[in-house]
């Protein structure tokens, strides 16, 4: 069983256009993170929900808009996608204390033309 | 602030020879001091971690880390590496930032086993 999933694995996109990334985690956790790795492979989180609400926001675009309908989700849209958004993007969750592990999830690989 | 070092981008070793990894950290709080590790086009996996208690870590695949508080180190080590240890690692700093948890991580090290 996926403990974490996301969708798409690949999007490849036109400048300019909207697209979301869809997260579920099955393992219980109350806390959700999306990291964007860029192509050094430097990973940085952009945000994190606990039961649902907004906890970190990391000097992230506000063209970058995550939505957490539960627990066990976490979306993410993306506007007017540019060049520069063209990165792997990971899902994670874990319990809500800096001890935890993260659990991630395979990545989706975009790629803005 | 809280942030991680790792000294070495590329580590090239010959499969069954010893290998260590090289993480420093900087921080004025509680450590938690984890290694992932991501193989080719795949997510992050938990190597280790270190909380509290033995500074000598043992973690999945043969790795282990000791933690170094006098150094402020968390290096990782494997005896005898295997082809299949090829990958990407990273070590992070767990810690609480605007009443929220997240890792802190290094810029990796990309470890490539040959034979």
């Known amino acids: 069983d996926t403990a974490v999933s996301q969708t798409p694995k690949y999007l490849v996109t036109q400048m300019g256009n909207d697209k979301s990334i869809k997260c579920e985690q099955n393992?219980?956790?109350?806390?959700m993170y999306w990291y964007k790795q860029d192509s050094k492979k430097f990973l940085k989180i952009m945000f994190s929900?606990?039961?649902?609400?907004?906890?970190i926001n990391e000097t992230v675009p506000n063209r970058f808009s995550p939505k957490s309908p539960d627990k066990a989700h976490l979306n993410l849209h993306i506007n007017s996608l540019e060049l520069g958004d063209s990165a792997v993007y990971f899902c994670?969750?874990?319990?809500?204390?800096?001890?935890?592990?993260?659990?991630f999830g395979p990545g989706t690989r975009l790629l803005v033309l | 602030a809280q942030s991680v070092t790792q000294l070495d981008s590329q580590v090239p070793v010959f499969e069954e020879a010893p290998v260590e990894l090289r993480c420093n950290y900087s921080?004025?709080?509680?450590?938690?001091l984890f290694w992932y590790v991501q193989y080719p086009n795949q997510g992050l996996q938990l190597l280790l971690k270190?909380?509290?208690?033995?500074?000598l870590v043992k973690g999945i695949n043969g790795f282990e880390a000791e933690f170094n508080k006098s150094q402020t180190s968390f290096h990782l080590r494997k005896p005898s590496v295997h082809i299949s240890d090829t990958a990407e690692y990273f070590c992070?700093?767990?810690?609480?930032?605007?009443?929220?948890?997240?890792?802190?991580f290094g810029t990796g090290t990309q470890l490539k086993v040959e034979l």
């Open positions: 994670a969750s874990s319990h809500g204390t800096p001890a935890e592990t993260q659990y």
């Open positions: 393992l219980g956790h109350d806390t």
């Open positions: 929900y606990n039961n649902k609400e907004l906890i």
């Open positions: 921080s004025s709080v509680s450590v938690y």
């Open positions: 270190y909380l509290s208690g033995s500074t």
């Open positions: 992070a700093f767990g810690g609480l930032t605007g009443g929220g948890n997240k890792l802190t």
